[in-house]
């Protein structure tokens, strides 16, 4: 009998990490640190992101990592801007009421390894959509986009891909 369960068990353990892979995701507990160097930003995703250009945003490169919360997107603007003024500017126009469904009592302004950064929260239909806006090194700034179920927390896997995201020291 206990032979069989182990069989059993050791089936069903297989099944889930196959079941996995064919989503395109690793098994929990296995993420990875992806260093994006030209892009100066190193992150810990359970998945290996999906980059492509943002055809809506010139000179921007998205990084789309999916996984059973939600979708999650870094996205990294190398474009030769004072960030905190971009900073600024977004900041005033929330306030202004100018952000459909913003959240006001989250909009905040916080430091990401020691850079200027803001963050907030809006509802579309019935989605709650986190943003997050960091100013980088040199030219460039990233941000940051997760959604998920107006009637949900904020996943524990955005928190996790929030805290491990850090800078690349400029080689320029």
């Given at each position: 009998?206990?032979?069989?369960?182990?069989?059993?068990?050791?089936?069903?353990?297989?099944?889930?990490?196959?079941?996995?892979?064919?989503?395109?995701?690793?098994?929990n507990g296995a993420w990875k640190e992806y260093v994006y160097k030209?892009?100066?930003?190193?992150?810990?995703?359970?998945?290996?992101?999906?980059?492509?250009?943002?055809?809506?945003?010139?000179?921007?490169?998205?990084?789309?990592?999916?996984?059973?919360?939600?979708?999650?997107?870094?996205?990294?603007?190398?474009?030769n801007r004072d960030c905190r003024a971009t900073l600024s500017e977004l900041k005033t126009?929330?306030?202004?009421?100018?952000?459909?469904?913003?959240?006001?009592?989250?909009?905040?302004?916080?430091?990401?390894?020691?850079?200027?950064?803001?963050?907030?929260?809006?509802?579309?239909?019935?989605?709650?959509?986190?943003?997050?806006?960091?100013?980088?090194?040199?030219?460039?700034?990233?941000?940051?986009?997760?959604?998920?179920?107006?009637?949900?927390?904020?996943?524990?896997?955005?928190?996790?891909?929030?805290?491990?995201?850090?800078?690349?020291?400029?080689?320029?």
């Open positions: 009998m206990g032979t069989r369960l182990g069989h059993t068990l050791q089936s069903i353990s297989l099944m889930f990490c196959f079941s996995a892979l064919a989503l395109g995701q690793q098994p030209k892009d100066g930003f190193a992150v810990t995703v359970p998945s290996a992101p999906i980059r492509h250009a943002d055809p809506q945003i010139p000179r921007t490169t998205n990084y789309d990592v999916s996984f059973e919360e939600g979708p999650f997107r870094i996205g990294v603007v190398d474009q126009r929330l306030l202004s009421g100018k952000q459909p469904g913003a959240d006001m009592s989250s909009v905040k302004e916080i430091t990401v390894a020691e850079h200027s950064a803001m963050e907030f929260r809006h509802r579309v239909a019935n989605e709650t959509r986190y943003e997050r806006y960091v100013c980088g090194n040199g030219g460039f700034y990233y941000f940051f986009y997760a959604k998920w179920p107006i009637n949900k927390s904020m996943p524990a896997s955005v928190n996790r891909i929030l805290s491990s995201f850090r800078l690349l020291p400029n080689t320029t």
